[in-house]
């Protein structure tokens, strides 16, 4: 599977804060790529997907991706006690899923 | 809600037990559907991917015998855990891409399997 380099965790981040996460990969020919979080014990939901560069955003969800630097990253604005979980990285160029580590993202009250 | 669906969420059995898990697609239909297998604190890794009527396509490193995948039905995939080990004790996740394979994946809630 191609490699897909998460920024290292576990990031803590207040209430109400922004949440900034990488994630780099090696494949340049992917072309989707997706962000899904991971409760402890549950499988992934994905929050994200985005197709070209530039910035998607989704409530307080961004995503941007820049292929020339074969970079994607997640903000998460407004930052809540439910947003804690697992972040997952996600690239794809012929339909399967290679993922990253993951981030795991405290938000402290 | 869940577009995919996962059964069982959770099995404990013996060494040499065989186990079999079933993903069926919820409200369409799935030519293509995908195992992973996670182990504690770590990431997704792809084990096979499921092709309905087809031999499904396994990863490098996957025993095709111990890890039988059959997609009889255009929403339902099937993987059996042949003659379970301690060892193959995981979190088995099953995802389906909605409306094409370039589609995003959606994912079971998984099983955990226990082998005693």
């Known amino acids: 599977q191609k490699e897909v380099e998460q920024n290292s965790g576990p990031l803590s981040v207040p209430e109400g804060a922004i949440a900034s996460l990488n994630c780099t990969y090696s494949?340049?020919?992917?072309?989707?790529f997706f962000w899904y979080r991971q409760y402890s014990g549950k499988s992934p939901e994905l929050i994200m997907s985005?197709?070209?560069?530039g910035d998607k955003e989704d409530g307080r969800f961004t995503a941007q991706l820049n292929k020339a630097s074969q970079y994607v990253s997640l903000l998460i604005r407004d930052s809540q006690p439910s947003d804690s979980a697992t972040y997952l990285c996600?690239?794809?160029?012929?339909?399967?899923?290679?993922f990253g580590a993951g981030t795991t993202v405290t938000v402290r009250a | 809600g869940a577009v995919v669906s996962q059964h069982p969420s959770w099995v404990i059995c013996k060494s040499g037990t065989s186990v079999k898990i079933e993903c069926r697609s919820l409200d369409f239909q799935a030519t293509t559907m995908f195992w992973y297998r996670q182990f504690p604190k770590q990431s997704l890794m792809l084990m096979a991917t499921?092709?309905?009527?087809?031999?499904?396509?396994?990863e490098q490193g996957v025993e095709k015998d111990k890890f039988l995948i059959n997609h009889a039905s255009l929403t339902l995939s099937t993987l059996t855990v042949t003659s379970a080990h301690p060892e193959d004790s995981s979190f088995y996740i099953c995802s389906a891409p909605r409306g094409g394979v370039e589609q995003p994946q959606h994912f079971g809630d998984g099983t955990r399997l226990s082998i005693l």
């Open positions: 499921s092709n309905e009527g087809s031999k499904a396509t396994y």
């Open positions: 985005i197709y070209s560069n």
């Open positions: 996600a690239v794809s160029d012929d339909y399967k899923l290679s």
């Open positions: 494949d340049r020919v992917s072309q989707s």
